[in-house]
């Protein structure tokens, strides 16, 4: 069995609106406004390009704060900043632990196929949990995200998994529906915290 995991809202957390709250206070007065800015920024294609690689850091802080007419510093510090809200999920990482200690006997393949732009996939690989994976893709070090065909194929081709029997985990219905059309099985996880007990039904089956 392949089980390939996805990060946000599974592994770590990520939360925009926190992000939004820390550096746009004058603009966060609301949760609507909040809302609306997250989105902005981090639903914009501009930043897809940033999760695909094609954009540095310089590049997509002075593309934003020229889209939504933002000053430049602020949006390079929230740029610089973002690792520190990247954080682990105790309760998932401990899963994850648990499946690497049990991965010979029961014949696990643990990978990872995450939207993740360069700098922060840098700062995620200096986690100790990341030992547990026997490979995996970061969006910005391929040219491709999620929910685009060819980051699936890519991950089976790199890993000669093709044909296996793959698991995917993801909190988005678009990624998850890309997977499905892979011929993957999937865990659409909503909350992260009941991902041991969702998993566990999974591979019960």
């Known amino acids: 069995m392949n089980i390939v995991f996805d990060f946000g809202a599974v592994l770590v957390n990520w939360r925009p609106h926190d992000v939004v709250r820390k550096h746009f206070p004058q603009i966060a007065i609301s949760q609507d406004a909040v809302a609306k800015l997250a989105s902005s920024l981090f639903s914009h294609d501009d930043w897809q390009g940033f999760d695909a690689g094609r954009f540095s850091?310089?590049?997509i802080s002075q593309l934003t704060a020229t889209r939504l007419a933002l000053d430049l510093e602020v949006v390079q510090g929230m740029v610089e900043d973002i690792n520190d809200h990247i954080s682990p999920?105790?309760?998932?990482?401990?899963?994850?632990?648990d499946l690497y200690a049990q991965k010979e006997a029961k014949r696990y393949k643990l990978y990872f196929l995450s939207n993740m732009p360069a700098p922060y996939a840098r700062g995620l690989e200096r986690h100790a949990f990341m030992r547990c994976f026997d490979g995996g893709i970061f969006s910005g070090d391929h040219g491709l995200i999620k929910p685009q065909p060819e980051i699936f194929q890519k991950l089976e081709a790199m890993y000669g998994i093709n044909g296996q029997k793959i698991l995917f985990i993801d909190d988005h219905p678009a990624n998850i529906a890309a997977a499905q059309k892979e011929g993957w099985q999937t865990l659409h996880l909503t909350d992260p915290m009941k991902l041991d007990e969702l998993l566990h039904m999974k591979l019960k089956r």
Do not use: Y
């Not at 999920?89 to 632990?97: D, G």
């Open 89 to 97: 999920i105790a309760s998932s990482v401990q899963v994850l632990e």
């Open 57 to 59: 850091t310089s590049e």
